[in-house]
T-cell receptor, first 115, second 116 residues
């Protein structure tokens, strides 16, 4: 595997379910990100991790819970979601996340539908 | 707060025609600017970026963009498009958060459709 991978690619869950999204980067980067892409809205940054520490939480509801066990893996744990949480969830990574105009490398996303 | 405005949500063009996708940003400080492309069912891929230096930036797939500080614009251009350029294009500006990390603020995107 190369680049940034995400699993599953598609997920349908009920509002009472608990599920997790997984992201893995094979680029040796130290920073990882979760973004939400909804129809007709700009991409929204949700969380930033740098060296496995959460450095940004962009006012995301607590029903979204991130986890970064090491610099290569990032999870997004989901519970009691709402239908408006249906969206494409994108994971990205960058070298350090510390500024300087770093390129972010994106995974293909997980298409989440909440029923 | 820094923001990005993409003036056109959809741009239809014919194959081999030139195209310009417009992007304006608001920022009171030096900026780093990016254009990303998203093909159907895929993540975002970097087309090009402006950090400093020459205001004309060349990217992949024949795209280029010009940074214009006085007009706070970073328009994307291609002199002759192909069917395969059909995708959604996102302009973004890099900002530093209160936590000291770097994040991208994106525009809403422009869907480019190239017709035969």
């Amino acid at each position: 595997e190369t680049g940034v991978t995400q699993t599953p690619r598609h997920l349908v869950m009920g509002m009472t379910n608990k599920k997790s999204l997984k992201c893995e980067q094979h680029l040796g980067h130290n920073a990882m990100y979760w973004y939400k892409q909804s129809a007709k809205k700009p991409l929204e940054l949700m969380f930033v991790y740098s060296l496995e520490e959460r450095v940004e939480n962009n006012s995301v509801p607590s029903r979204f819970s991130p986890e970064c066990p090491n610099s290569s893996h990032l999870f997004l744990h989901l519970h009691t979601l709402q239908p408006e949480d249906s969206a494409l969830y994108l994971c990205a990574s960058s070298q350090d996340g510390a500024g300087g105009g770093e390129e972010q490398y994106f995974g293909p996303g997980t298409r989440l539908t909440v029923t | 707060a820094q923001s990005v405005t993409q003036l056109d949500s959809q741009v239809p063009v014919f194959e081999e025609a030139p195209v310009e996708l417009r992007c304006n940003y608001s920022s009171s400080v030096s900026v780093y600017l990016f254009w990303y492309v998203q093909y159907p069912n895929q993540g975002l891929q970097l087309l090009l970026k402006y950090l400093s230096g020459s205001t004309l930036v060349k990217g992949i797939n024949g795209f280029e963009a010009e940074f214009n500080k006085s007009q706070t614009s970073f328009h994307l251009r291609k002199p002759s498009v192909h069917i395969s350029d059909t995708a959604e294009y996102f302009c973004a500006v890099s900002v530093l958060t209160q936590g000291g990390s770097e994040k991208l603020v994106f525009g809403k995107g422009t869907k480019l459709t190239v017709n035969p």
